[in-house]
């Protein structure tokens, strides 16, 4: 059996002007576990291109990686693609068409990334990460639906600083991360301050880890941080309209959101930390500059 998708040692059967035929038979590979049918390929032989071939002998035994050609026929190549079964990696995006996006792999077939596994739009030239499916006619395909590729467990713990892709964004739950590329990751909704859009590359720190080890990120500083830059933007503000602006305790989260960009907890830590400062006063009609006459 000749595994879809994988990297695998077979032998040379016999030579053929136009490449090697190789087998399984007689050749041990380490164990991938129980595979879905359309990732294997019941044959008994597989070719290996003449360009690939040159210098082999009968019962040679050689490493390759097998996928299927243009025409959907099984092959074998000696090159290692940027992308393998279980892996997940980012991908240039090559073209795209009417039914999909093609994307560089480093193989001489792009790889198909259809629509329907796509978690947005590319374009050409964008980098996507990306892992590998063998579809129900067994042709190997990419997908952006990587949430369960990627690892669980981190070396990161709460408060690190880490950096990640977002691959998806999913409107009740929040921001789908990938930190380093292959930790799995999320920046809940309540903890968007900022807008993130899927394909963009974010600092974060950890606000949480999870049970199961996944990380809960936040893209703000830390508290003792935030306070600084939360009040120097509500001062900013102020200044600019004049001294004075109608938000108080009372003003809904919303409008405060809208205006500032802060949760309506951070808005009154600031004017809080502003006030003890002496640079505002807090009154029940607003905010004002101190001095303000």
């Not at 041990?28 to 071939?53: C, Q, V, Y």
Request: one cysteine or more; a neutral charge.
């Amino acid at each position: 059996m000749f595994y879809l998708g994988r990297k695998q040692d077979l032998r040379v059967a016999k030579l053929a002007d136009h490449g090697a035929y190789l087998t399984f038979e007689g050749v041990e590979n380490p164990s991938f576990g129980e595979l879905p049918e359309n990732e294997l390929i019941d044959s008994r032989n597989i070719l290996l291109p003449k360009k690939e071939a040159a210098g082999l002998k009968t019962n040679d035994i050689v490493n390759v990686f097998v996928y299927k050609d243009s025409s959907d026929r099984p092959i074998a190549t000696t090159a290692t693609p940027k992308l393998m079964m279980g892996e997940v990696n980012k991908l240039t995006v090559k073209d795209v068409t009417q039914i999909g996006a093609f994307l560089d792999w480093g193989l001489v077939k792009d790889l198909f990334l259809p629509f329907k596994e796509q978690t947005y739009r590319v374009k050409k030239g964008d980098e996507v990460l990306t892992s590998l499916y063998a579809d129900k006619s067994g042709r190997l395909c990419g997908t952006m639906k990587v949430y369960k590729m990627l690892e669980s467990v981190s070396p990161y713990k709460k408060d690190d600083i880490v950096n990640g892709l977002c691959y998806e964004i999913i409107e009740n739950f929040g921001a789908y991360i990938a930190v380093d590329d292959k930790y799995s990751a999320l920046i809940p909704k309540h903890r968007l301050f900022e807008k993130v859009l899927p394909g963009m590359t974010v600092t974060a720190h950890v606000a949480k880890v999870l049970e199961d080890g996944r990380m809960e990120l936040a893209l703000r500083e830390k508290a003792y941080m935030e306070l600084d830059s939360d009040g120097e933007k509500i001062y900013d503000i102020l200044c600019t309209a004049g001294g004075f602006l109608p938000y108080h305790d009372k003003t809904s989260p919303e409008l405060i959101m809208a205006k500032f960009g802060l949760s309506k907890n951070a808005f009154k830590r600031a004017i809080g930390h502003l006030q003890k400062e002496g640079k505002i006063v807090i009154s029940d009609d607003g905010i004002s500059k101190v001095g303000l006459q």
